[in-house]
T-cell receptor, first 114, second 112 residues
Framework: AQSVTQPDIHITVSEGASLELRCNYSYGATPYLFWYVQSPGQGLQLLLKYFSGDTLVQGIKGFEAEFKRSQSSFNLRKPSVHWSDAAEYFCAVAPYSSASKIIFGSGTRLSIRP | ETGVTQSPTHLIKTRGQQVTLRCSSQSGHNTVSWYQQALGQGPQFIFQYYREEENGRGNFPPRFSGLQFPNYSSELNVNALELDDSALYLC???????????FGPGTRLTVL
């Protein structure tokens, strides 16, 4: 069965520090991979996505993620976080046949220390 | 270009009642997906509609049903509400064959 694991429930980093949010997926083939962000009371906003090609993908707001097939991972990174990055981050996977039927991880809550 | 909108924003119901949630898709999008997000959890796929037909369903009982209209807007209906149905319900629209969904702000349903 397809699944997504985000091992960190809550992470706190200082403003200006680097960030890495972990994501591991379980799927029989290379799926579509996504990172979404959700601010309090808001819907989900797509940060970036990977389907094929270059394994390092760039997204909005200065985020990037690297697909590592050997580790079944798709970790999200940002070199320098801003206070406005505080939010809930969701890693997600979708079958290649239908990118619309997305399976989400349980999320990582990011807090920013001033 | 209008984004995905959902109504109502909040809703309170009691066990056993029925509820209808509404979603207007983004302009040009013909596919609508519904997700349930319980508190502290990631969204879970309920079902998807394309051309007014259900086009895939997650692990939800039949009391969760939906409709899609000719203008691509959609409804989610939940019968015989249970306490565990309390959640944020998210609607997302996309164009068939495209790989990006656009999410609405959600409807917060509380079942007492």
């Amino acid at each position: 069965a397809q699944s997504v694991t985000q091992p960190d429930i809550h992470i706190t980093v200082s403003e200006g520090a680097s960030l890495e949010l972990r994501c591991n997926y379980s799927y029989g083939a290379t799926p579509y991979l996504f990172w979404y962000v959700q601010s309090p009371g808001q819907g989900l906003q797509l940060l970036l996505k990977y389907f094929s090609g270059d394994t390092l993908v760039q997204g909005i707001k200065g985020f990037e993620a690297e697909f590592k097939r050997s580790q079944s991972s798709f970790n999200l990174r940002k070199p320098s976080v801003h206070w406005s990055d505080a939010a809930e981050y969701f890693c997600a996977v979708a079958p290649y046949s239908s990118a619309s039927k997305i399976i989400f991880g349980s999320g990582t809550r990011l807090s920013i220390r001033p | 270009e209008t984004g995905v909108t959902q109504s109502p924003t909040h809703l309170i119901k009691t066990r056993g009642q029925q509820v209808t949630l509404r979603c207007s898709s983004q302009s040009g999008h013909n596919t609508v997906s519904w997700y349930q997000q319980a508190l502290g959890q990631g969204p879970q796929f309920i079902f998807q509609y394309y051309r007014e037909e259900e086009n895939g369903r997650g692990n939800f009982p039949p009391r969760f049903s939906g409709l899609q209209f000719p203008n691509y807007s959609s409804e989610l209906n939940v019968n015989a509400l249970e306490l565990d149905d309390s959640a944020l319900y998210l609607c997302a629209s996309s164009f068939a064959g495209d790989n990006e969904q656009f999410f609405g702000p959600g409807t917060r349903l509380t079942v007492l």
